[in-house]
Every structure is written in C-alpha cells, then in structure tokens.
C-alpha cells in the first residue's frame, strides 16, 4: 500500500473536556490501578497462591493470565476510544471490572479463576491507554504536560507504594482487598470520565473499515510472546516445547501483522508512524528505560526479599518513603524543567541519576541492611520522574497528536512489552549469575582450602555443644547456606551492574535524538538562556 493520509492512522481529536479536573483525576485512578494490579502477580502471589489453594505451577499460570490478557487488549484501545469515545470504552468496562474484583475472592475451582483473570485483565488493560488518549483526545493542550507527567510516574510511584499497600492489606484487612481495592475505585473512575469528557457520537465511518484483523493479529502475537517469557525462566526456555510454541507462534503472527498493516486499505497502526528517526528513537529509549528501572521494581525489594529475608511490608516502608514520597515534590520539578528546559536535557539528568544508583548498588555486600539502601532509593525517585515524562514528550513532540491511535499502539508494546522482556531477563539472568558463582565458590570448598576447613572446624565446635553425632551435617547445612547467601549477592551485584550499563546505553540513544520541531511542548528558556538565544538571533516562545 502506498503511503498516504490513511497511513498515518485516523484523527484522534475529540471534544475538549468540559471538567478537565475529572478527567486528570480519572487518568491518575486508571493508572493506579493498572500498576498496582501488575505488582499484585508479583509481590501477592504468594499470598494468593495460599489463599486460593494454588501449586507454583498454578500460580504462575495465574499471573500469566491475568497480565497477558492485558496485553492482549491494551494496543487497540487507542482505535477504540477514538471510534466509540471515552465514555462508553471506559465507563461500563469500569463497572464490570468492579463485580469481577469483588467475585474473584469468593472462587475456589482453578479453571473459573483463571477465566475470570482473563476477564479481569483484559479490562484493566484498557484503563491505562485510554487514559493516555483522554489526555490527547479531551483535554487542552496548557493540560497536556502535568497530565502526561501524572501518566509517566504511574509506574514509580505504584512500584513504591505497592509493596507496602500489598502487606497492609494482607495483615490487617484480609488478602480479598488485593482484589476488593478495584470494587471502590474502578465506579469512581468511572464517574470522573463520565463528568470529565464528553458525550461523543460513535464514528461510524471509521468502525465500517475496521482493522479487525490487524487488532486480533497484534494482540495475540504480543499476549503470546509474553506467556512465552513469562514462562521460560519458570520451564527453562529453550528446553520447553510450551514457551518455544508461544515463542515461534507469537513471532509469525506478528510478522502476520505486519503484512496486514501494509495491504490492508485502512491500517489502524502501520509501522509508517515509527519511521521516523526521533519517534523509533524515542521508542528505543523508552524500552531501556523500562529495563534500567528494573533497579528499583526488581533488584532492591529482591534483595531485600531473599538475601535480607524481609517481608513486603518491611521492605515497603522503604520505597514509599523514599521512593514513592519524593515523587510528590519531583514532579512538580520535572513539569518546571520541561516547561524551559529541551527535554533531552531532562533525559540526560533521569538517565544519570539511574546510573548513578546502579552503581552505587554494585558495592553491595550481603551485610546491607534496608538503611543502606536509602541513597540508591532516593536516586532512583529522581530518574523515574526525570526519565520517562521527557522520553514521552520527546517521542509526541516528534510526532502528531492528533493522529496518535496508531501511535499510541506501538506505546503500549514498548510499555507492556518492554517490562516483561526486562522481569524475564532479570529473572534469568540473577539465576544464571547465582549458578555460576555458585559453582565458582564451591570449587574453592572442594579443594579443602585452609580456610575452609578452619571454617568447618570453627562451626562443628559450635554445634557440638548441641549434639556431637549432628555437629558436622550442621557445620555443612550453614557452610552451604553461607555459599548460597554469597552467590545471591554476587548475582544482585552482576544485576546493578546490567542496569548501569543499560542505562549508558540509554544515554547513547539520547544523543542520537536530534531536536523536535516547533509545537505544544517547546520550552520557553528564561534568564540568561533567553537572552544569550536572542542575541543569537534565536525566536523564543513567550
């Protein structure tokens, strides 16, 4: 298919939002709730998995389920919000979410569980899209920076408060308000969308040439890619004909896809809206950040958790308190930085504050206890509201809003895709580090070193007071918990180092975006910049 207007997706303008307070407020619970469900499969699934009665196996499964239906639904929602309007693609779901949550706690069989997650899923897959589109669609343009800015830092901010809201509810209200939280908080956004966008006629000419196709292949392609990751640190990757068959299967169909978007008349998300240098940049570095932020959303609660032998809620009061609060002053700075600032600059700064964290973290040693890790906390707070809303604005500066259906697709690949590529190669990669330092720091106890065996003499003469015949298997059980512990840290050691060198690597990518053209979010520099830009002969924005 040629290129032409068609090409470039269908306009995504809407009417302006009679209340834009309540469609902002609208954004922020939609997010939220997105983002906490995610870390529910995650930081509650052990809980879940003994209040449901549930194997390993069938707990993971679980989680699969309930974040792969997400994906599944979550890149044509963009096209539906622009064909049916905020209201009805967000209004009924939200109910029907909520009866679903308060259902989910009440079931016992595994298969109605699972189906029902599907459900669950697939309807909070479209809170955080089309969130983002009500931002775009509905509301003013002076409106834009602080609610994008409310859409990027859903994802710290839930990450650091989500480990500590999660051991709340377990220990003092009950493990059904994992679930329950979505029955009071889902008719409330509800609400807000009704009060905060308008009344919008379905566009019938956009629904008569419906990419259906296109959607079905997209979404099944990325839903079964992430089951495959998913799954393969769980079944050994390549050794396992069910994560090869969701591998392979998923590929084709995108390829499928692909051809689809180029033969189709009316492509709902062709790859010509990712051809140019800036946006496929953007993107690029979008999906690093995803993977360098993996520091905070994975390697320090982990450690905590494994090495430090910490419950969530233990391990929570840290990232909500220097995680999550100091994102209440960083974003208001970061919106002020955008506002006068290029945001590549901005970038830089998230970037290197990131970096600067995951170095600190490779001085790790398995005697850091949750105050230690208050400095690379706090580092982290700073990247994340330093990093992801200038990536945004830097990829929507280079492209068209109007027509960001198509565009908002391939945002939410990166956005869902990205984190689950980056939990599937963190997981492996930290158990495939372990293993081999594992086997490194036995090979020096097999060679009966003389520090081991002062060690193991050390530790049977300790236990020796509590048994004789038990001493020596007692010495050997500490001795190798001691090489395990070590072998733990040494891999969250290898982990800050990966995420300090994706993070350079993000930087690189940073340098190559060059500087978007004239619209909504130029800065306006002020001071001293604005006069050295008008002696240089450089407009500047008022």
């Not at 506002?339 to 490779?362: K, Q």
Request: proline content about 5%; charged content about 10%; aromatic content about 10%.
């Amino acid at each position: 298919m040629a290129e032409n207007d068609l090409d470039r997706g269908p306009v995504s303008r809407g009417g302006i939002a009679p209340r834009p307070l309540f469609a902002v407020g609208a954004v922020l619970l939609g997010a939220f709730l997105a983002n906490f469900d995610s870390r529910l499969t995650s930081v509650g699934l052990p809980d879940l998995r003994g209040a449901f009665s549930l194997g390993f196996d069938e707990g993971a499964w679980l989680s699969t389920a309930g974040i792969g239906s997400q994906i599944f639904v979550a890149p044509a929602v963009a096209w539906l919000a622009t064909v049916f309007g905020m209201r009805r693609v967000l209004g009924i779901p939200s109910l029907v979410y909520a009866l679903i949550s308060l259902v989910i706690p009440f079931v016992h069989d595994y298969l109605t569980l699972i189906a029902l997650s599907i459900v669950h899923g697939m309807l909070l897959g479209t809170f955080v899209p089309a969130t983002l589109m009500i931002i775009l669609r509905n509301l003013p343009i002076k409106w834009w920076l602080p609610a994008i800015s409310i859409y990027s830092i859903r994802v710290g901010f839930a990450l650091d408060t989500s480990t500590s809201l999660v051991g709340f509810y377990v220990d003092h209200l009950g493990w059904q308000w994992l679930y329950w939280q979505g029955v009071v908080i889902a008719p409330l956004m509800g609400l807000m969308i009704y009060l905060g966008t308008p009344s919008e006629p379905v566009n019938r000419d956009l629904l008569r040439h419906a990419d259906w196709g296109g959607m079905l292949l997209l979404g099944t392609s990325v839903s079964m890619i992430y089951a495959g990751l998913d799954q393969g640190n769980r079944l050994d990757w390549l050794e396992s004909g069910t994560v090869m068959a969701l591998l392979l299967a998923g590929a084709a169909l995108f390829i499928a896809f692909l051809i689809n978007e180029m033969l189709v008349r009316q492509p709902w998300a062709h790859v010509n809206v990712l051809f140019s240098r800036n946006v496929g940049l953007s993107l690029v570095v979008i999906l690093l950040y995803t993977l360098t932020s993996l520091s905070n959303s994975s390697l320090v609660p982990n450690f905590l958790s494994v090495v430090g032998l910490m419950r969530p809620e233990q391990s929570g009061v840290l990232l909500l308190t220097f995680g999550a609060l100091p994102m209440v002053v960083l974003v208001p700075f970061s919106i002020v930085l955008l506002r006068h600032f290029d945001a590549r600059a901005v970038v830089v700064l998230g970037f290197s504050a990131f970096a600067a964290a995951n170095l600190w973290g490779t001085q790790l040693t398995h005697d850091w206890a949750r105050g230690d890790f208050v400095g690379i906390v706090i580092l982290q707070s700073i990247g994340q509201a330093l990093t992801l809303l200038p990536i945004i604005i830097l990829a929507l500066s280079n492209s068209d809003p109007t027509r960001a259906t198509s565009f908002a697709a391939y945002i939410q690949i990166m956005r869902l895709g990205g984190a689950e590529i980056g939990v599937a190669l963190m997981g492996t990669w930290l158990r495939v580090r372990e293993q081999i330092h594992s086997n490194y720091l036995g090979l020096h106890i097999q060679s009966g070193s003389l520090d081991v065996t002062r060690l193991l003499k050390q530790l049977g003469d300790y236990f020796a007071s509590h048994g004789v015949g038990a001493a020596l298997a007692r010495a050997l059980g500490t001795l190798s918990a001691r090489v395990q512990r070590e072998a733990n840290v040494l891999a969250y050691i290898d982990g800050f180092w990966l995420c300090f060198w994706l993070a350079m690597a993000a930087l690189f990518f940073v340098a190559l975006i060059t500087r978007a053209p004239p619209g909504p979010f130029t800065p306006a520099p002020f001071g001293f910049a604005k006069n050295v830009l008008r002696k240089c002969g450089v407009t500047v924005s008022q």
